[in-house]
């Protein structure tokens, strides 16, 4: 059974944890933290490729080390250099690292200063209410950590959409190889596109007598068969993932795909518009009697009911029957819309591809622009730009923006606001710059007043054009700092500023109300990546699937310009 490219990720992830926890050099943490972001959103399966032969040692972020560390963990299922470093740590002390809202800075600091070494000694220091009074952790960190500790061993942390996708694609080419499969399409939040999925559920249309989900059973990654039928199954991949299979004949298709794609209460409402109607909507088909009236298509289902089609990302019941019942469905954005890319890392900083790599790679995907933005000095991470530094790329960009042809690379930078709300870099190096995206990367736990006020000062900057990462979250990993995000953007919109939707599925910041919200207050928002290494550019779809949940159409994202008008909009008055 041959490891997936997650879990080598998960392996490599894990170790940096350990490596945090020991107080390990945090470039060699940082090593392992960017080849398991790299090797999770890699496309082909570097297993296969050892098989074939193939060399991992070329691959940006990999090199020889690490494409040894590769090989061994494919081979044997393991890494020795991580089972020594839990040997080293108390077993309990890894469990912690089980629980949302702790990292491992924060179990190295409750082990040092409370002697926390496992769940017993954390929910005694939680009963005595003595982990607030930390450094850096506060009341609100410790409500969190609480609620953590509730879900371990429940099951209830749901996985990242672009990890799901990983483990979604290898099975539906599974399935889509029987010859007795007609059309297989996953449903659910998955097509939703919701930030995080709960399960899998894969509909499958074929002909009556099939052997689907025998078929289905003998997938290899499967842990467990919970139950299996012949039109119905489910099981547990070894990822923890549980995957529902539902088996209908062609005329159902339609009927089925609506029911199963959701969400409940989207499709509670539609019933209720169906009785209204005096027809029946069931996972059947729409009946009016004993007659099947559609069901073929989801299309068919919407119009049974005089209604247009509603997009699966609107499905949530949050106005987008009444809105599609006045003819009011927003032209939602698409990737197509997209003429560039607001937020990519270089080489210079922690990003790892050279300037004209990525620009290479942009241009591919047909856009017009692409923005670096390597982080300003003040993070502790390796070659953080410095003045001088950042005007030595300045002239490298110009240098590089003459020789090339159909796409342009735009002077930016990731620069950090400070506690005071000071920028991190000079204003005379910042308007050498086309224009800065800025960003909160410590000092996550001040109230939100005194948070949204460090940001509000820092907009007053005429050099600031666009707010990264809005709540500064990490998926499953880190809670969002505290803000008042509506009084921000419309601080933004007295001031010319912008805020991101950034694509990075371990962000995905702004969420969906987020993009909403910005909606309705008229503020554009840009769409950017984050990337790191150039296969993070493909980001750019999960991008557009919040987007889309929040009902944003072209004219709400700011990187839909053209290079030209973009210009034009990032001219602070």
């Known amino acids: 059974m041959s490891m997936n490219n997650n879990e080598i990720a ?50 940006p972020t990999i090199g020889k080390d690490l494409a040894a560390k590769i090989k061994t963990i494919v081979e044997t299922g393991s890494l020795p250099q991580m089972e020594s470093s839990e040997a080293k740590i108390p077993s309990a002390l890894v469990e912690l690292l089980s629980i949302e ?32 009074h930390l450094k850096g952790f506060g009341e609100k960190t410790e409500h969190r950590i609480s609620e953590g500790l509730t879900k371990v061993g429940t099951g209830v942390q749901r996985m990242s959409i672009a990890r799901a996708e990983n483990i979604a694609k290898p099975l539906i080419a599974y399935l889509e190889a029987n010859t007795a499969t007609q059309r297989v399409t996953i449903a ?19 002909e009556a007598g099939n052997t689907i989900t025998d078929y289905f059973s003998a997938y290899e990654d499967i842990e467990e068969i919970i139950s299996l039928g012949q039109t119905r199954a489910r099981v547990r991949l070894r990822s923890g993932l549980a995957v529902d299979l539902r088996v209908v004949p062609a005329a159902s298709y339609g009927a089925a795909l609506q029911y199963l794609t959701g969400s409940r209460s989207h499709s509670i409402v539609m019933r209720k518009i169906a009785i209204a109607r005096d027809l029946k909507l069931n996972e059947y088909g729409v009946f009016r009697g004993k007659t099947r009236i559609a069901g073929h298509t989801e ?41 560039g ?13 050279s300037l004209e790599a990525l620009a290479s790679a942009a241009r591919e995907k047909g856009y017009e622009y692409l923005s670096i933005n390597d982080h300003s000095q003040h993070l502790t991470i ?32 990731e620069v950090d606001i400070l506690d005071d709300g000071s920028l ?41 054009n666009i707010l990264a990462h809005p709540h500064g979250r990490l998926i499953n990993r880190r809670q969002p700092y505290r803000i008042n995000l509506e009084r921000l953007m419309r601080g933004a919109l007295d001031r010319g500023c912008y805020l991101e939707a950034n694509a990075h599925p371990d962000r995905l910041d702004l969420d969906d109300e ?21 296969t993070d550019l493909d980001y750019m779809r999960f991008g557009i699937d919040q987007a889309r949940r929040g009902w944003l159409e072209k004219q709400d994202v700011l990187n839909t310009r053209s290079l030209k008008e973009l210009r034009q909009l990032l001219k602070r008055s």
């Open 10 to 59: 998960d392996i490599f992830s894990h170790y940096a944890d350990l490596l945090e926890i020991e107080e390990a050099n945090p470039f060699r943490v940082r090593a392992y933290r960017n080849a398991a972001r790299f090797i999770s959103s890699f496309p082909k399966s570097m297993a296969e490729m050892l098989h074939a032969g193939e060399d991992l040692d070329e691959l």
């Open 101 to 132: 809202g702790l990292g491992p800075k924060r179990i190295r600091a409750l082990h040092r200063e409370l002697g926390i070494s496992n769940l017993d000694d954390l929910k005694r220091a939680l009963r005595r209410k003595t982990i607030r």
């Open 188 to 206: 659910g939040s998955y097509r939703r596109r919701r930030e995080t999925v709960g399960d899998l559920d894969i509909l499958v249309t074929a």
């Open 299 to 339: 299309e068919d289902v919407y119009a049974a009911l005089s209604l247009p089609y509603i997009e699966p990302e609107l499905r949530e019941n949050t106005g987008e029957l009444e809105a599609a019942s006045q003819d009011k469905l927003p032209q939602l954005v698409s990737l197509n819309d997209i003429r």
């Open 341 to 353: 890319d607001l937020h990519c890392h270089s080489n210079a900083s922690d990003g790892h591809e």
């Open 382 to 413: 390796a070659h953080g730009l410095d003045k001088n530094r950042l005007l030595k790329q300045i002239k490298a960009i110009d240098k590089l923006n003459e020789k090339l042809d159909g796409i342009t690379v735009l002077k930016s930078i």
């Open 424 to 464: 991190d870099l000079p204003d005379a190096v910042l308007k050498e710059l086309d224009f800065t995206v800025c960003a909160i990367h410590y000092k996550f736990n001040l109230p939100e007043d005194k948070q949204t006020e460090r940001i509000l000062r820092a907009m007053d900057n005429p050099c600031f």
């Open 514 to 534: 987020g993009c909403r919200l910005a909606r309705r207050l008229g503020l554009k928002v840009a769409i950017s990546t984050d990337s790191h290494v150039m």
